[in-house]
């Protein structure tokens, strides 16, 4: 069974920086795409950053240049690095991946729980 595990949150300052982390473990034959999301309270789920397979990255306008994804190919983990942190940036981090558990057969979309981000201004 495919899990995925987010660390790293926690409280940050304006202005400082946070790195959060997600590991995928189980039977996992590849992963097609990591990707960032949040979501503040009484707002939908917002994709923050992507990162493929092929090493294509694309953020959104609310990070783009304060944020980074990364990914540590030898342990199916991947990082987003945030910088210069705003209060607004305050919310549920969570890690998905598009993988697949089997070669040649559809990627699946996987979800880890969730991690909380605050940050003091």
């Known amino acids: 069974q495919v899990r995925l595990m987010e660390s790293g949150g926690g409280l940050g300052q304006a202005g400082g920086s946070l790195k959060l982390s997600c590991t995928a473990s189980?039977?996992?034959?590849?992963?097609?795409?990591m990707v960032w999301y949040r979501q503040r309270p009484g707002s939908e789920r917002a994709f923050l950053a992507v990162?493929?397979?092929?090493?294509?990255?694309r953020y959104a306008d609310s990070v783009q240049g304060r944020f980074t994804i990364t990914r540590d190919n030898a342990e199916n983990t991947w990082h987003l690095q945030m910088n210069n942190l705003k209060p607004e940036d305050a919310a549920v981090y969570f890690c998905h991946s598009s993988l697949r558990i089997r070669a040649f057969t559809p990627a699946s979309d996987y979800w880890g729980q969730g991690t909380q981000v605050t940050v003091s201004s």
């Open positions: 990162l493929t397979s092929t090493g294509i990255t």
């Open positions: 189980g039977r996992i034959s590849s992963i097609a795409a």
